[in-house]
């Protein structure tokens, strides 16, 4: 059996005996090379900006374009072997490798660019900043509600552990042989559920546009939704089958049920889905919500953020909370607001 030893790190645990444990700085260099003051503007650059980059799948995207036209946080360089890790936004747990396709692009100074010593592995060090245990030490040391971040002085002096540099060689190219299977494993499981989600929008705009009787006979419609519908349906304006309410909440936190609303779930208490954001302090001033009530999210309502609730509660002053008329029935209009058509023209 392998002789273990306490790391003396939290987090971390027990370790291989011959393995050490170093702050990030004393293994790695960050934010070393930057574009110079006098960068000319007509240059291209390749940039790489914080929503392009995700934990999942690294760099998903790169925009060309001239200096003079970029962002004033395009500043750094990046180089093969290099990894880059948020530092701000940090939950959205932003970080990935660059390689020789992305090497000398230019990155936000939202990112960490952090740079191996010669006798650290770069692809170990990239896999040992992309542990759970890393990313959630760096959101602990974030500072911030709305928009929680990390200095780059404080992210360096957080702990990894490190073995030997050939043992480091072996484990990164185990992780790169594993981590590739498992890439393939997803990206056909994705496929499939994007299939799926697609056969769900189209029976649901198929059921709302058309109801589920097949034999129905169908008139023409006056509206883009939908040529034609059944010919006993009637067309009616939102206005006739909701009223506005803005019924302002009195009770403090622990007497109410906190409701979120999820673009691709709807309305749930906060915390029973995964935690997103961050949870409100007080509820004092927010909207009352009913049962039934349709729930919608002004900004982005465009992208499918509606939805009925199921619950009482209260919900955030940003939304627009929407109480039925008399023989209205929410359920259905939860599905016709969420289809695609519906929301894209809200």
């Known amino acids: ?88 936004r ?3 747990k932003a970080i990935a490798y660059i390689n020789d396709s992305l090497a000398d692009k230019i990155v936000s100074t939202g990112f960490s660019v952090v740079t191996p010593h010669k006798d650290v592995v770069a692809k170990f060090l990239y896999y040992a900043l992309s542990t759970h245990s890393f990313i959630s030490n760096v959101e602990a040391h974030s500072v911030g509600i709305s928009y929680p971040a990390i200095n780059n002085t404080n992210l360096m002096d957080l702990k990894i552990v490190l073995p030997m540099q050939r043992e480091q060689i072996q484990i990164a190219s185990y992780l790169d042989a594993k981590c590739s299977k498992i890439d393939e494993i997803i990206e056909k ?62 009770k403090p936190l622990e007497e109410v049920r906190l409701l979120s609303l999820y673009t691709d779930l709807g309305v749930f208490p ?6 997103r954001g961050n949870k409100a302090v007080k509820a004092e001033g927010y909207k009352v919500v009913y049962e039934n009530d349709i729930v919608v999210n002004i900004i982005l309502a465009w992208m499918g953020a509606i939805g009925r609730s199921a619950y009482d509660g209260v919900t955030s002053p940003a939304y627009d909370i929407y109480k039925p008329n008399e023989n209205v029935c929410s359920r259905y209009y939860h599905y016709l607001y969420r289809t695609k058509w519906s929301y894209v023209k809200i």
């Open 1 to 88: 059996m392998r002789e273990m030893k306490d790391s003396g790190v939290k987090w971390v645990g027990e370790i291989p005996s011959s393995w050490k444990v170093y702050k990030v700085k004393q293994i790695a260099d960050s934010n070393n090379d930057v574009l110079p003051e006098n960068y000319e503007e007509e240059q291209e650059i390749d940039y790489i900006e914080i929503g392009s980059v995700t934990y999942e799948h690294g760099v998903r995207t790169t925009e060309k374009m001239k200096f003079g036209n970029a962002p004033s946080r395009a500043r750094r360089i990046v180089h093969n072997g290099d990894t880059i890790i948020s530092t701000v």
């Open 90 to 92: 940090t939950y959205l």
């Open 189 to 250: 499981q994705q496929a499939i559920i994007e299939k799926l989600k697609e056969y769900k929008f189209s029976i649901i705009t198929e059921a709302v546009t058309k109801g589920i009787n097949p034999d129905v006979e169908l008139k023409d419609s006056t509206i883009d939704m939908c040529e034609q519908i059944p010919v006993h349906w009637s067309i009616s304006q939102n206005r006739y089958l909701f009223s506005l309410r803005d019924e302002k909440n009195y």
């Open 270 to 275: 906060h915390g029973e889905q995964e935690e």
